[in-house]
């Protein structure tokens, strides 16, 4: 089963891919060009979407069903899942803001006064992290009973 949830989220990033490719070579000037590309990202977000919950159910599964844990710092396999985990979420974060602001300013999509796209050149991005660690924290010890300390060094 875990194989299943993990297996569906690469092929849902490799036809993603795939797609992007066809627009490789074409003129981002055209507004047909241009309206398939939104489309694109329209769909390319859409199918995101349930990426984190079927991975940590592949993980949950996986736990339940081998005995492993991905918090043993000794296991080979568990230290390459974690960085599987770590490389896919930055990578689908990473997506979703490019694709957020390409559509936020080329797709007819409202932004906010005083931001440029979906950024906001005001924002404290350290309090933004310490509300991201609130809520990962809460879920974690609400699952785990434990979770890691927030230690940020700013210059």
Known sequence: KEMDDCRFIINKYTNSFEELLEFNGRDPNESQVLEMFE???????????DT???????????????GMGLDDATCYLSMSIKHYLDRLYTSMISLQMLSSQHLSIYGHQRSLPNQIGIINPQTKLTSVLVDCYDDAAFDCENTYMVAPKLNIKTN
Do not use: E, G, Y
């Open 39 to 49: 489309k694109f990202l329209n769909t390319f977000q859409a199918r995101q979407a």
């Open 52 to 66: 984190v919950p079927r991975m940590a159910n592949a993980c949950m599964d996986m736990i339940s069903q081998r």
